[in-house]
């Protein structure tokens, strides 16, 4: 049985153990970090030079604002009259579209239309070798028909186990929406769905791209007043901040690359079978031509969705104010992982009570010491070419250069929210008891 240091060994200062929670060393840094990533390719070091660089381009950026906002707003101040017209001048830069026709913007159209190609070609390929009416042929063909089906063209689905609130369930949350969505230069929502996710997101979902906001409940209940203007600013900006993963071309393609990479995996097992093994051995066979334009989709993607999270930050900033935006970016570095590690816990079924009562009480459970650790751990954080968000260390430090001290709109009164939110709540909080106590006999 293994028992918590009292001092460091790296450094050999006193540590101040808090079970359940890893000791570390504040000092020399000793065992911030629970796992160590092994080494760093030479492609994931090219990687981080260019996240680091676009993070410095943002911040010479964010500097260049803030000075020509000292030295003109004695000037403002003076002339009301300019200093309105330059208020709307700065609004409407910032609410437009952060798209640039680049090279690679360029390039990943065209390769999500070759992908999108590759259905019909497939399933044309599959009905010719049918007819053939040979083993070989039928083997083939059904193959080819089954690709064919797995590339088809997606839209974005409603969120798994989400609860959908129209406008006339929740005309309070919709009036703070379309506040928000004025401010930030998107588009009127047109549904809301509640979800048991510690996160929250946006989409174009659906056929007909109607345009979704998802509020994790458990999110949302952790966050302050302020900081939940924040967040639903920085999830309305991704319908204008120039995001190709939210494109019907680009994005329905790169889904269906990544369903078939999902599909065409090496799984055999001893066991399984010969008829099995060969099945697995075809679609390994498959895979190495999907893994290989998955990543190269990414790379595309890989620089506008990182500055589509800055800009998001920055309308966040614009929208809630720095310190609410700096706040909740703290958080999903902080307690977001605990919290979802409790609401996957053995402790959401075995429960009878307020489910997100003692989501509240784990969470302000966990020790500052903890917190301070989580932060140091995510600044020592590897990147990787699929994460479509900045290192959070970054965005934070991004966020604090940002000249919006004071928030453009102001947190309304939460209560009409809350109460329009109690019942959609209640149904995410049985759905997630009953999925955990599901898994309790698997």
């Not at 070759?114 to 042929?137: K, M, S």
């Not at 065409?264 to 390994?284: H, I, K, M, T, Y």
Request: charged share 20%; aromatic share 6%.
């Amino acid at each position: 049985m293994s028992t918590c240091p009292s001092i460091c060994p790296e450094c050999d200062q006193p540590l101040k153990p808090e079970p359940p929670y890893p000791a570390w060393c504040p000092e020399c840094g000793w065992n911030v970090v629970r796992d160590p990533a092994p080494s760093k390719p030479r492609f994931a070091r090219l990687q981080a030079k260019l996240v680091h660089g676009l993070h410095a381009e943002l911040l010479a950026d964010a500097t260049r604002t803030e000075l020509l906002a000292d030295a003109t707003r004695a000037e403002l101040v003076a002339d009301a009259t300019r200093a309105e017209l330059v208020a709307d001048a700065t609004r409407a830069a910032s609410q437009a579209p952060a798209r640039r026709a680049g090279p690679a913007r360029i390039a990943s159209y065209v390769l999500a239309c070759l992908v999108h190609l590759l259905a019909p070609a497939l399933l044309i390929t599959g009905a010719y070798l049918l007819t053939r009416l040979t083993v070989a042929g039928i083997l083939f063909g059904l193959v080819a028909l089954d690709l064919a089906w797995l590339l088809r063209p997606r839209p974005a689905p409603f969120p798994r186990g989400g609860q959908a609130l129209t406008r006339a369930d929740a005309p309070s949350l919709y009036a703070l929406l379309d506040r928000i969505g004025t401010e930030v230069g998107a588009p009127p929502t047109d549904l809301v769905a509640i979800s048991g996710d510690v996160n929250a997101s946006f989409r174009a979902y659906g056929w007909r791209r109607r345009r979704l906001v998802e509020i994790g409940y458990p999110l949302w209940l952790l966050l302050g007043p302020q900081e939940r203007v924040s967040l639903l600013a920085h999830e309305m900006a991704h319908s204008s901040n120039g995001d190709g993963r939210q494109g019907l071309v680009v994005g329905s393609a790169l889904h269906s690359l990544l369903e078939l990479r999902r599909v065409a995996r090496f799984n055999w097992q001893p066991g399984d079978g010969v008829s099995q093994l060969l099945a697995d051995c075809a679609l390994a066979v498959v895979g190495v031509p999907v893994r290989g334009l998955v990543l190269v989709m990414e790379l595309l993607l890989y620089r506008s969705s990182q500055r589509a999270e800055y800009r998001a930050d920055e309308l966040a900033a614009r929208v809630g104010g720095v310190a609410a935006t700096v706040e909740l970016l703290d958080g999903f570095t902080t307690w977001v992982v605990p919290a979802a590690r409790f609401l996957t816990s053995g402790a959401v079924a075995a429960g009878t009570g307020d489910l997100w009562a003692a989501l509240r009480a784990q969470v302000a459970a966990v020790p500052a010491s903890e917190l301070e650790r989580r932060r140091r751990a995510g600044r020592l954080a590897d990147l990787r070419v699929d994460s479509t968000h900045p290192p959070t260390h970054l965005r934070i430090e991004h966020a604090e250069r940002l000249p919006y001290a004071r928030p453009g709109v102001p947190a309304p009164d939460m209560e009409p929210i809350e109460r329009e939110l109690a019942a959609a709540a209640a149904r995410v909080a049985h759905d997630l008891r009953e999925t955990a106590q599901a898994a309790l006999y698997h």
